[in-house]
């Protein structure tokens, strides 16, 4: 099968054979890993996403080579993980199938027999036809640290898996560094401890305050060698480009050369893993959409040969990777007629944003490598998901430049921490543009609502109170320009605090998809700083104003003070008006003074348990829904759950997307238009 018409082999080409190989090798044993898992229910939900583009990445590079038997039995593979992210659980013979369709991907590829593959695969096709139930799919056991009773994703889990290779020097020098904190925790203990009657407290005080920065010193360095450890060179991302571009060129007709610019900078494992696929996407469009035939090139006063450079740069705190071609440009003409007949939002001025639309295309005729629209879109979505953004520069006959802004590290994250009200906002940095005081902006109301004048352009303007649904009219001064997809806006904020980099959180699959919530972190002291997508608030900004609507009323009732600020903000936009109690006795009083459509109540609490405050609710003849959420209870827990009468149980480990949102939309009768 691999010979019949197979590219690879009628090119002679054992580099892209190499390159297919590597690739299928690493991501099958991912796969069966993953199969193994689901069946020894010891999988982790924050796992699944990464099964899910394991076998999409697979079937894509398979389709793409015309290896059919792969492509087909991995995207069996690709729904089934899809099922799964949605709380159904294959059958055991199902996942079994699973676990060795995955484990036999590269051995048919290395043996050129595809025969035993294919028949295992079409063990998965009845599996696609079954609803199934949503089961639970992982082991209890308590929440990491930090997770906000569960509600956010692991750091421990890492989004790709798998080991880094780590250089044994470093890893020792940071060994020898945690003592040295150790040793400097136990002597601030130490003089904790010293009795100070008598002694002379401007001393003590500067000892204090010596030990003090000394250990935040320490913690930062700390930080700085435990994220270099996860680091790899860029080029492990491009070391078969070249190759790559070569059988690209050969394929379309074109004379084409790589050319590997800038500096060799060091990123963490994941983001380089992740810029692979992206990265071959935007080689695919330089080299089809870019690059001319070389006749056209020489008429032009072009050498024949076309050039396609991957660069890379480090900027402040992350890197800047470009993907450039010297071949025809962007016809921002063709772009804009296009969007226009379409009916695809766009402004004249920046046309960028349309190329990002999935589906969008300006190629008439769909070929095996482009033409459907997906390459900048999944490109896009891949960037966004390392908290990067990306960019297109282009003219007319000079070329294309694809510009991605990255932070160097998954785990930490750069932040313009904003506030409305009492509540902490993060917006990711590199979507900031540009910040000034309220008082010195130019805005004016229209129609279609406020906007603000930015040199020549009407850039929308939205209040971000407003935006996330917070009550109430807090007072605003400062005004920020954040890019986004639809293009440029202005958000007005209380008050801008500072920029700042923190340990971000994804969000569990319990609030996963709120779309204005993206995660959030642990500012110290039990703050949190929930973190927003700029482009959800894009599209509130271009939205014509509503005539206020009652808004459901819920009670989140939570002993956690970061999660009660969570699930507010979370709950807030996505529709809902949110009170919220910090234990029993305080949701009593509330319920009693106020009408709630439904509760969110914490399974765990201090003093009275929340099976305890449903069973009180419930004998005082309160029937609006409630639905209980826990992080560790037992089977045996849960049962009591029911027994008391909640109207729905959700834990940490249920991984249907949202599923708090839609089932309090669900309870309450809530149409979707009405969340927006």
């Known amino acids: 099968m691999i010979g019949q018409g197979n590219p690879l082999l009628d090119n002679n080409n054992p580099d892209l054979n190499r390159i297919f190989h590597d690739e299928l090798e690493e991501r099958s044993i991912r796969l069966v890993a993953g199969a193994r898992s689901l069946r020894d229910r010891t999988l982790a939900a924050t796992t699944v996403p990464d099964l899910i583009r394991d076998a999409h990445t697979i079937k894509g590079s398979a389709g793409l080579l015309r290896h059919d038997v792969i492509r087909d039995v991995s995207a069996r593979l690709e729904q089934l993980w899809k099922m799964v992210s949605e709380g159904y659980a294959p059958a055991p013979e199902v996942v079994v199938a699973m676990e060795a369709t995955a484990g036999r991907i590269l051995q048919a590829f290395d043996e050129d027999d595809y025969d035993d593959l294919a028949e295992v695969g079409e063990s998965l096709i009845g599996a696609l036809e079954e609803s199934g139930e949503p089961a639970e799919l992982v082991p209890l056991r308590q929440p990491e640290p930090g997770s906000l009773g569960g509600l956010l994703s692991s750091v421990s889990e890492s989004l790709l898996g798998g080991a880094t290779r ?82 690209l060129g050969r394929r379309m007709g074109k004379d084409v050369r790589f050319e590997l610019v800038g500096e060799d900078v060091q990123l963490d494992r994941q ?54 071609d010297d071949g025809a440009g962007i016809d921002w003409d063709t772009v804009a007629d296009l969007a226009s007949r379409q009916g695809l939002p766009y402004v004249r001025s920046d046309l960028v944003p349309v190329l990002f639309h999935e589906g969008f295309s300006t190629v008439k005729v769909v070929t095996d490598f482009s033409g459907e629209g997906d390459g900048l879109a999944a490109a896009r979505e891949a960037v966004e998901q390392i908290n990067g953004v990306i960019h297109i520069e282009s003219r007319r006959g000079k070329g294309t430049r694809v510009i991605m802004t990255l932070p160097l590290s998954m785990v930490l994250q750069n932040v313009v921490v904003v506030a409305t009200g009492d509540q902490f906002w993060g917006i990711p940095e590199a979507f900031v543009e540009d910040s000034m005081p309220l008082a010195q902006a130019e805005i004016r109301v229209t129609d279609n609502g406020r906007v603000v004048r930015i040199e020549s352009d009407a850039v929308p303007c939205i209040s971000l109170s407003e935006a996330v649904g917070s009550d109430g009219e807090a007072e605003e001064s400062e005004l920020l320009l954040v890019g986004t997809h639809s293009g440029l806006i202005a958000v007005t904020v209380s008050e801008l605090i500072d920029r700042r980099r923190v340990a971000v959180k994804s969000l569990g699959p319990i609030l996963e998809g709120s779309g204005h ?45 970061g999660v009660r600020q969570l699930l507010s903000a979370t709950l807030n936009g996505a529709g809902f008006e949110v009170e919220v109690a910090g234990g029993a006795r305080e949701a009593v009083v509330a319920m009693a003074n106020d009408g709630f459509d439904a509760l969110v109540v914490d399974y765990s609490m201090p003093r009275s348990n929340g099976v305890e ?64």
Do not use: C
């Open 271 to 324: 983001i380089v893993d992740l810029l692979r696929e992206p990265l071959r996407h935007l080689l695919v469009n330089a080299v089809d959409h870019g690059i001319e035939p070389s006749k056209e090139r020489v008429k032009a006063g072009k050498p024949a040969t076309g050039t396609v450079q991957v660069g890379s740069r480090l900027i402040e705190d992350g890197v800047e990777v470009t993907v450039a």
């Open 613 to 676: 405050l449903v069973r009180a609710l419930r004998a005082s003849e309160v029937r609006v829904p409630i639905i209980m959420v826990s992080g560790v209870a037992t089977p045996e827990e849960k049962q009591a759950a029911w027994e008391v009468g909640v109207d729905a149980y959700l834990d940490k480990f249920d991984l249907r997307q949202g599923v708090l949102t839609s089932t309090l939309r669900s309870l309450i009768g809530m149409d979707e238009e009405d969340t927006g």
């Open 166 to 247: 780590v250089d044994t020097g470093e890893l020792y020098r940071l060994i020898n560094r945690i003592v040295e904190v150790s040793l400097d925790a136990d002597a601030l203990t130490d003089l904790a401890l010293v009795s100070i009657e008598g002694s002379d407290q401007n001393l003590v005080r500067r000892t204090w305050r010596s030990q003090l920065e000394r250990l935040s010193d320490s913690i930062g360095d700390i930080q700085e060698q435990a994220v270099a450890l996860a680091n790899v060179s860029f080029r492990d991302a491009t070391s078969t480009f070249p190759q790559f571009l070569r059988y």
């Open 517 to 561: 919530v993206t995660g959030a972190a642990l500012l110290g002291g039990g703050q949190v700083l929930v973190v927003l997508d700029p482009n959800f608030l894009g599209v509130m900004a271009r939205r014509r104003p509503k005539l206020a609507t009652q808004r459901p009323r819920v009670l989140v009732v939570d002993d956690s003070a």
